[in-house]
């Protein structure tokens, strides 16, 4: 069964199969296979797949986005990175790193964030001298961040496939999030000593003043999100209503960026990402389901049965897994794939649903900035006009630390299970 789960949806994908259809022709084989084919189970399981309240949090969140990009609030949390840390040597890239950091806490999207920034950040690096692929590279890394730390589309999707609280994954991510960003930190720093860039002069204390001012409305939409869940004033659902209301409202009144004549287009814009994400996700219902009729997980847990006792082996095995898979596969399917596939396994291991989900995210992350597939190079290499190869070597230290990070969560579980319990 398993063989020809996997057959069929990756010879699918091989011919060009969009992802969402290959989910549901792997399910159909499946069906085929145990002579139990009714097209009414599909139907009735892509219905199930979209009908999720949970699910409702990424279009807002998506919308969320996308008013922040239209209202300049990325522009002013990059504004005040800048009046901190733009005037010493590697300004820019400390720059970068702390402002993805700040606007993960917006977007959870690492497109969106890499897109964002790297529009306002690459060619104000590249004018001053820095080199165009480290610079590209940092920035890209950087984003990956974003579906890290909360608010995070990813989670939402494992929480929603995994039956795993979001709220629990939400606070579990804050730390390893921030573990990649400092990471990025120390090693950028290296780097920039050997750059020979311009360096703008030292803001003042009324320009950091003035800085912080036009972007605390900005800052403070994290705290409301965090401290909603924490203290259990809103779900995660009603926490995405709340931050894509509180951007319309900064964009409007505050920051007046946003036109009421452009609302329109990006409402679309969210809908069209909206629509891709829940498509793949309804599909992804339809292989889940059988997959577990057809017993799979358990096909799975006889083959790892000699490791299923050593917890911390059958984690590496996972994520070496899960690296290999993020070569070829973008994140939300990879997740709507191997969540029912794997989950039933780690279980049986005794390891904390919660804590595989925020590593498996992670994991996959790292999938976004390796070729051949990485969504976020492309984003990249569209917004610096250069070739994926030179943004792949331009890449590599980063992709490095991140990988350090992710071993770091496997053997060091605690780094993620006791701040998780006293957030939650």
Known sequence: MLGV????????????????????L????LMFVMGTFDSQIIAQNLINGANNFSLMAIPFFVLAGELMNAGGISKRIVSFAMSLVGHIRGGLGFVAIIASVLFA?????????????????????VSRGYNIERSTGLICASGIIAPVIPPSIPMIIFGVTSGVSITQLFMGGIIPGIMMGVGLLVVWSFIARKDDTELPKRSTGKEILS?????????????????????????????????????????????REIKVKELYSVLVAAAKTTSVVMFVAAAAMVSAWLITVANVPTEIANMLS??????????????????AVGLVMDLTPAILIFTPVLLPVVKMAGIDPVYFGIVMVINLCIGLITPPVGTVLYVGCGISKIDIL??????????????????????FPSIITVPLKWLT
Do not use: C
């Open 390 to 411: 030179k943004l792949t070597k331009g890449i590599l230290p980063f992709l490095i630390v991140h990988v350090i990070v992710l071993l770091l969560l496997i053997l």
């Open 26 to 29: 792997s399910g159909v084989a």
């Open 5 to 24: 789960f996997l057959g069929s949806l990756f010879g699918s994908l091989v011919i060009g199969v969009p992802i969402a259809f290959a989910l549901i």
């Open 105 to 125: 806490g917006l977007s959870g999207s690492a497109v969106a964030d890499t897109a964002a920034l790297g529009a306002i950040l690459i060619p104000m690096m």
């Open 306 to 323: 000699g490791v299923i006792d050593h917890p911390l082996l059958l984690l590496l095995l996972i994520n070496l897994l899960l690296l």
């Open 211 to 255: 800085a912080i001012k036009q972007a605390s409305w900005a800052l403070f939409l994290p705290v409301i999100i965090i401290g909603g869940l924490r203290g259990g004033i809103f779900t995660p659902t009603e926490a995405a209503v709340v931050a894509a209301f509180y951007a319309l409202f900064v964009g409007l009144f505050v920051y």
